[in-house]
């Protein structure tokens, strides 16, 4: 089958042939139609810091992906040949205290798809069943399907803290920014405010019903409250960005009492006036990945039971490229200036 392959710990990607991965009794074996781009995968192709020390390469990356079930092991139960599924890409033990308590995002002993084992930049991809999603609602598009994955990571911040009534602030306006807004606003929020330094960006959270969108390069977020005419200051944070100039400005415009999701990850230390966060009141809540599995029936529910989230969430959508132009998609992934990249993989069999 070809693969994105890391042949090593080194930059790059190749296009290769790689052996079809083969399920064991209790996996599946996807046929993979689209994946999508995400900046973990823009990690391990430059090969930074931390894809040096988290990445077990060789490897397949790639983790965000929709396809169709072309075999299932022996001992697979619900999961059938022809489902049309997105996959969880937290692998866990079953076992540990959080698994056994019903916690299974907290796991410990978590293995990555595309991180940590082969992952779907490739024809096929085995994951096991306990972590397969099948769509049974047709309208869930292949390149829908294939940003299942980010869309959860959107719904898991957004979710955290209740929405109905309240000021919310975005920072970052990458893809998962941009399906918080839409979320946010399903989930009853009154004012949304995104923030970035990419005006490209900035017209797409305008387009998804943002009711400001803030370029933090020349204006503050003061200046947007006294715009929006608010007089207390956030009541919801939601980090996307890991900037780290963005969680400080942020506790500065929190109404005490503010609740913080935090999603993005910095690649440096982040100045924090802790002073602040005890005497405003303020809470800060870590997020990674998905709840298992209660924000993937959330993602289902919300997209078959609101038209227009469903249309907001489709059009984060920017980029589709054949996976043999991977090279692009991945420039176009790391330009910052439009949404989601999603690659097709059917070329290979179309040209079969």
């Not at 959080?98 to 940590?116: L, P, W, Y």
């Not at 209740?162 to 929020?189: N, Q, S, Y």
């Not at 997209?303 to 996976?323: E, K, Q, W």
């Amino acid at each position: 089958m070809k693969a994105l392959y890391k042949s090593g710990p080194h930059e790059g990607f190749e296009l290769v042939e790689r052996p079809e991965p083969q399920p064991g009794h209790t996996d599946v074996k996807i046929r993979v139609h689209t994946t999508g781009i995400c900046g973990t995968d823009l990690h391990i192709q430059a090969w930074d810091a931390w894809a040096a020390s988290t990445i077990n390469a060789p490897l397949i990356a790639g983790h965000e992906f929709y396809g169709e079930v072309v075999e299932i092991g022996k001992d697979v139960r619900d999961v059938k040949v022809g489902d049309r599924v997105s996959g969880e890409g937290h692998v866990v033990c079953g076992i540990c205290r959080n698994c056994r308590a019903g916690r299974r995002q907290m796991c410990i002993n978590t293995v990555s798809v595309g991180v940590q084992r082969d992952g779907a930049f490739a024809e096929y991809v085995v994951i096991p069943e306990t972590n397969v999603w099948v769509h049974h609602d047709e309208s869930v598009t292949a390149d829908l399907g294939a940003i299942f994955d980010p869309f959860g990571n959107a719904v898991h911040t957004a979710l955290s803290f209740p929405l109905v009534g309240e000021d919310v602030l975005i920072t970052g306006a990458g893809p998962i920014g941009l399906m918080a807004i839409a979320v946010a606003r399903h989930a009853g929020a009154r004012k949304i405010v995104i923030t970035d330094v990419s005006e490209p960006r900035l017209e797409l959270a305008k387009a998804m019903g943002v009711d400001l969108a803030v370029n933090v390069a020349t204006t503050r977020l003061k200046d947007a409250q006294r715009e929006l005419g608010m007089r207390e200051g956030f009541d919801i944070g939601m980090e996307m960005s890991g900037h780290p100039t963005a969680l400080p400005e942020m506790i500065d415009n929190m109404n005490h009492g503010g609740r913080i999701a935090m999603l993005g990850l910095p690649s440096q230390s982040i100045d924090i006036d802790w002073g602040k966060v005890v005497t405003h009141m303020l809470t800060l809540k870590g997020i990674y990945g998905r709840e298992m599995f209660e924000t993937w029936y959330a993602m289902s529910a919300m997209l078959s039971s609101n038209p227009v989230l469903h249309s907001a969430i489709s059009s984060v959508v920017t980029d589709r490229l054949p996976a043999t132009e991977w090279e692009a998609g991945f420039a176009a992934a790391r330009s910052g200036v439009g949404g989601k990249v999603v690659l097709d993989w059917t070329v290979f069999s179309d040209n079969a």
